[in-house]
Nanobody
Framework: QVQLVESGGGSVQAGGSLRLSCAVS????????LGWFRRASGKEREGVAT???????IHEDSVKGRFTISRDDSKNTLYLQMNSLKPEDTAMYYC????????????????????WGQGTQVTVSS
């Protein structure tokens, strides 16, 4: 069973930075799509960034140039570096994984991801 455990959330002032981590375990010889999603209070969950098995990334328009998704295969860990944070980035952030990578780009649609972490809260104050 694939398990995802996020960490690194917290409270920061606008303009600050945070790095979220997601430890991925419980798999072997699987080619994953990996992603970060977020849900702000009263809103639907939305895709933030995705990373496919060969390292291609997609970042949602509102975070381009500020957030970067990456992974460290030696640590089985997915990261989201968040810089220049804005109050509108306040949300619960979730990491997600799906083992059905077929060679294409990993999109930002949550229904394409099978496994989810429990989430970590990010709060940005003005």
């Amino acid at each position: 069973q694939v398990q995802l455990v996020e960490s690194g959330g917290g409270s920061v002032q606008a303009g600050g930075s945070l790095r979220l981590s997601c430890a991925v375990s419980g798999y072997s010889d699987v080619k994953f799509c990996l992603g970060w999603f977020r849900r702000a209070s009263g809103k639907e969950r939305e895709g933030v960034a995705t990373l496919d098995f060969i390292g291609r990334t997609i970042h949602e328009d509102s975070v381009k140039g500020r957030f970067t998704i990456s992974r460290d295969d030696s640590k089985n860990t997915l990261y989201l570096q968040m810089n220049s944070l804005k109050p509108e980035d306040t949300a619960m952030y979730y990491c997600a994984a799906d083992p059905r990578w077929d060679g294409g780009w990993c999109g930002l649609e949550e229904e394409a991801f099978r496994y989810w972490g429990q989430g970590t809260q990010v709060t940005v104050s003005s």
